[in-house]
């Protein structure tokens, strides 16, 4: 603060909430993708349509969670990244801090924050946009909703109307939604938890204010980087023109774009956007190999995925634009994703061996919402099972892959669930562990769930996924 003479980072800085926001397709500010929603002084929610960079760089969260950062303090509020340090040894903290330079960072907090942990945002303007500007999308996949897929909507509906008590399923399980009204097929309305808005979810589009987007050009030059994520990115409209103003603003060489996508549409006129900034990053969402990501990713199509990695690593491999593959680990998956690594072995290209621009090491993300898609629920009797197919794999592919990221799926899968906000009955708190009687509940709304969007869908887990179902009765 600025009277200390601290010179030494604490280990539990991080330079998020220094430099960061995050906004959601509903229109709620949050100070990361992990983090808690941020709120007025008043307790209400922020939201993007009518707010400005100083009401949320200065709410009450962000100065709470900087003056505990600068005394040493673990926030609460980042109890998100605590736990994934404790069981990964990693964090989406430790990662940022590397990306933006901590050692800076903390420097400039230092000279610019005020004891109550108030930011001078004229000396220390945001570097680091994390934007979803609307819930279109191009796939409904199993793991979402129709916060963050427009195509979700109906499915939703239709999920909600054909569960026997979809309360006790889906007003936990996928967290942040709740139907709260049905009325004509135009009027049915959809609300998330954290109440930020009432919106109708088929299609969230304008979900800045004016105030807000007033400040982002103003500001535009302080920009390092933009990080979008969706709905699906690269079919929203709002975020190439975002793109233009940066580059009509001559501050796109400075900044580094980087997005969450299901890769499944690459616009031709991408390249001619992306190459005025520094570099393009895009993470791959591709969540399994052949029939089994189809259904992961309805109506997502393996052959399309093929077409575009080709496109990367043939087509476009001079320039400033780099992908990876970065599937989102769940039961579904746990085996496919072995596939998907040893496909990518076989048919792209080693960046050691060539100039291509698309890895063929996956890295992953791994889910924990809904609860009963995570890896965590499985037996002990089916964990030693994955357990040592992985060990199997890791050995035949050393060197070849990134190993530490198939440690990490391991490392998750074999810890317990921690979770407060499960019914009471499932927790036992003298360790805050769920009871091995709640993950056998989760196993059973993973049937109920997947066998209702089955029938919606036409689809069938049994017959794409044996071998898991198999797993999952052990």
Not at 272 to 299: A, T
């Amino acid at each position: 603060m600025k009277e200390t003479n601290k010179t030494c980072m604490p280990d539990s800085f991080c330079s998020l909430p220094w430099t960061h926001f995050s906004t959601h397709t509903n229109g709620g500010i949050r100070m990361c993708c992990g983090g808690i929603y941020v709120r007025t002084n008043d307790g209400e929610n922020v939201n993007a349509r009518n707010t400005n960079l100083e009401q949320i760089l200065n709410s009450p969260v962000y100065k709470k969670v900087r003056k505990e950062m600068l005394e040493g303090k673990q926030p609460k509020e980042c109890n998100y990244c605590w736990r994934d340090e404790k069981v990964l040894q990693t964090s989406y903290r430790i990662n940022s801090n590397r990306m933006m330079g901590a050692d800076r960072i903390y420097n400039n907090a230092l000279k610019f924050t005020e004891n109550d942990g108030t930011l001078d945002l004229k000396k220390l303007p945001p570097e680091f946009y994390d934007l979803r500007l609307s819930n279109k999308c191009s796939q409904k996949c199993r793991s979402c909703g129709p916060i963050s897929s427009g195509l979700w909507y109906n499915d939703y509906v239709a999920l909600y109307e054909k569960m026997k008590d979809p309360a006790s399923l889906f007003s936990f399980e996928f967290g942040y939604l709740n139907l709260l009204a049905k009325t004509s097929e135009k009027d049915k309305k959809i609300d998330n938890r954290h109440k930020v808005d009432k919106i109708k979810y088929k299609e969230i589009t304008n979900t800045w204010g004016k105030e807000l987007n007033d400040d982002l050009k103003k500001g535009i030059h302080s920009i390092r980087w933009l990080y979008f994520a969706g709905g699906e990115p690269l079919i929203h409209n709002d975020m190439w023109e975002i793109l233009r103003e940066c580059i009509d603003s001559n501050c796109a060489k400075d900044i580094v774009v980087k997005y969450s996508t299901n890769f499944f549409k690459l616009p031709g006129f991408a390249w001619d956007i992306w190459k005025h900034f520094s570099r393009v990053e895009l993470y791959c969402s591709i969540d399994g190999y052949g029939d089994q990501y189809n259904y992961i990713r309805y109506p997502g199509k393996w052959n399309i995925i093929k077409k575009n990695i080709e496109k990367i690593y043939k087509e476009r491999s001079s320039t400033n634009v780099y992908a990876l593959p970065m599937p989102v680990i769940s039961i579904l998956n746990i085996f496919s994703v072995l596939d998907l690594q040893e496909w990518l072995l076989k048919n792209v290209p080693a960046k050691s061996l060539s100039n291509s621009h698309f890895d063929n090491r996956i890295r992953v993300s791994i889910l924990d919402t809904p609860s009963y898609l995570d890896i965590r629920i499985f037996s002990d009797k089916a964990k030693k099972i994955i357990n040592e197919k992985y060990i199997k794999f890791m050995d035949k592919h050393q060197g070849t892959i990134f190993k530490d990221e198939f440690e990490k799926i391991l490392k998750y899968l074999n810890t317990s669930i921690k979770h407060k906000e499960l019914p009471k009955s499932d927790v036992d708190f003298s360790s805050d562990l769920l009871l091995p009687s709640a993950s056998r509940r989760l196993r059973e709304n993973f049937f109920k769930a997947t066998y209702a969007l089955d029938e919606i869908r036409n689809e069938s887990f049994e017959k794409t996924f044996p071998e898991i179902s198999e797993l999952l009765r052990l």
